[in-house]
């Protein structure tokens, strides 16, 4: 069972199909006309009478239909309960396997305060920050008394930028100590803040990873994340350009070292800032598969999620020839996400009827999409994604000469999409002007 929706969702029932798995979908009142049913060999409703999200929040329910149909195991995806701690504890209650870490490294990784400690223990930098959740906006001023500005306040309990919000002087603190609460309080139930320095310009820098029950763990190298809109990722790249070699392997020996502290199984991704001067912060554990894992897929040949369907049944890394000397970076992979945004309202969520889709294909494009099909209706109540597109290529050049055609021959009506494929200045985080997208897509 998948217990997640759109693109996530087909992505690991195709994953399933291939390995002879049968595939069991979910889906919310909202969601039955919704592509994630049909591709999956059974469908059953969830959160009968909640509101649109709650539905895919409601672990009774999803337990129940897991039991009731006799589930081996739950892929969480991505978002609502991926890094939940008591869904996973509930999974295994039920006696469903959960595909993901242990409930208590969910549980480790997903609170930020002790995930950052576990980092320091296993000698991995950090930015400075609270050592633990601030409780009142004094604290958040005498933080600022002691690093000074600018600083930014984080949810404690989730990610994805809600809950961010980066303050430059003293007059802009309790009003973004105010929202950053509420966003955080709207979004993951916990209102808890801490607080960083905030490093300005970095480069966004993660590295992907997989473990197994036995205590191995190896990287798949890494993914430059660092053309964002809102704190929250547009174009991702595999590898990461101009990246110096020995910022690569202390990058991915510090990955490793950190998973390999707290018992990690399955796969996740460390996240990194770099500065301007080349030292890298850890940010952040994401104890699932990520949006952008793509990439990675497409540069190592490695498929992710049917890794993480074997680690599950208990195969070992070495089992399945996932041996770090036998990964290899081949060739370069972009991601751009096409979603129902409207640029001329600030990028806004726009809602409706596709009464046009056409697609950019051939060689070198992956697409991965739920609802990007002619009549597909794009509803209000969930992510604005339509369809990720992702080019790969002998290096970088080929790659964005892949992406820049193929988002040229997006052909999309009814709702309003931002598609500015082409060259232009890069921000200065960015190594190489060349070749940066403007892709808002």
Known sequence: MVANRGEIAIRVFRACTELGIRTVAVYSEQDT??????????????????PPVSAYLHIPDIIRVAKENNVDAIHPGYGFLSERSDFAQACADAGVRFIGPSPEVVRKMGDKVE????????GVPVVPGTDGPITSLKEAEDFAKTYDFPIIFKAAYGGGGRGMRVVRNYEELEENYNRAYSEAL?????GALFVEKFIDKPRHIEVQILGDKYGNVIHLYERDCSIQRRHQKVVEIAPAAHLDPHLRDRLTKDSVNLAKQVGYENAGTVEFLVDKNGKHYFIEVNSRLQVEHTVTEEITDVDLVHAQ??????????????????????GSAIQCRVTTEDPARGFQPDTGRLEVFRSGEGMGIRLDSASAFQGALISPHYDSLLVKVISSGKDLPTAATKMNRALAEFRIRGVKVGLAPGCGPAPSNYPNEKYYLICTV
């Open 309 to 330: 369907l074997r680690i599950c049944e208990g195969r070992s890394l070495p089992e399945l020839g996932l041996k770090q000397d036998k990964i290899r970076i081949n």
């Open 186 to 190: 709207a979004a993951f139930g916990n």
């Open 115 to 122: 995930a950052r400690a576990l980092a320091i223990q296993a």
């Open 33 to 50: 006309g919704q592509m994630h049913r049909q591709k999956a060999d059974e469908a059953y409703l969830i959160g009968k009478g909640l």
